[in-house]
């Protein structure tokens, strides 16, 4: 009887041990989630700053690339078969169809 009721404690440390590392692991994984999430929380002011500058901007500024990063990258026309302008940019691929 005493030998069942240390056989059946034995089995819960192999369990646990188990439980532990899944824990770790979750922890580790939750924590870089964590910081990643309040590296771009603290990203967000200096952003909105730029949606609210990008309306002074002149010509065909990649509205993107403004507000994510702080550069002024000038769009490139692209060949188009209708009325409109198309128009990319080289740095992060953003298309547009601009009307004349
Ligand atoms: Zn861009």
Same mark, same amino acid.
């Given at each position: 009887?005493?030998? +069942? !009721?240390?056989?059946l /404690?034995?089995?819960?440390?192999? +369990? !646990?041990?188990?439980? /532990?590392?899944l824990l770790e692991r979750?922890?580790?994984?939750?924590?870089?989630?964590?910081h990643a999430l309040k590296a771009e929380a603290?990203?967000?002011?200096q952003k909105l700053?730029?949606?609210?500058?990008?309306r002074h901007e002149k010509g065909k500024i990649c509205?993107?690339?403004?507000?994510?990063v702080g550069k002024r990258i000038e769009l490139t026309s692209m060949s188009s078969e209708t009325n409109e302008d198309?128009?990319?940019?080289k740095t992060c691929g953003?298309?547009?169809?601009l009307s004349p």
């Open positions: 009887m005493r030998k +069942e !009721l240390v056989d /404690a034995l089995e819960r440390k192999d +369990e !646990l041990s188990r439980s /532990a590392c979750q922890i580790a994984e939750t924590t870089a989630k964590l603290s990203e967000l002011p700053k730029r949606v609210d500058s990008y509205p993107h690339c403004f507000v994510n198309n128009f990319k940019c953003f298309e547009i169809s």
